[in-house]
């Protein structure tokens, strides 16, 4: 099993910006980090994905060419740069870990606990 502790979260305001961190332990034997969000009373969706060498990325349109994900070389640590933010982005956001590339949330095995971000208008 493997730990995923994600960080960063706040309450700002539209337009503003927020880094949130997941931090993995443990045996990551891993293909890719993913980024979802749920919203209250929301299904979760997908953010943002990355592989370990950090060559390739994927984004939900709702946050194409705001967000950025990347990945802290040789470490097991994934950001989730926001910039622009829009009060739609208010949600729990969750990092998690997939043995292969995808979008779906039934495809990652492992998840973190989640931090929270509020965008007020």
Excluded: H
Excluded at 41 to 60: D, H, L, P
């Amino acid at each position: 099993q493997v730990q995923l502790v994600e960080s960063g979260g706040g309450l700002v305001q539209a337009g503003d910006s927020l880094r949130l961190t997941c931090a993995a332990s443990g045996r990551i034997g891993s293909y890719a980090m993913g980024w979802f969000r749920q919203g209250t009373g929301k299904e979760r969706e997908f953010v943002a994905a990355i592989n370990w060498s950090g060559g390739s990325t994927s984004y939900a349109d709702s946050v194409k060419g705001r967000f950025t994900v990347s990945r802290e070389n040789g470490k097991n640590t994934v950001y989730l740069q926001m910039d622009s933010l829009k009060p739609e982005d208010t949600a729990k956001y969750y990092c998690a870990l997939s043995d292969r590339w995808s979008i779906k949330a039934s495809m990652y095995t492992d998840w973190g606990q989640g931090t929270q971000v509020t965008v007020s208008s």
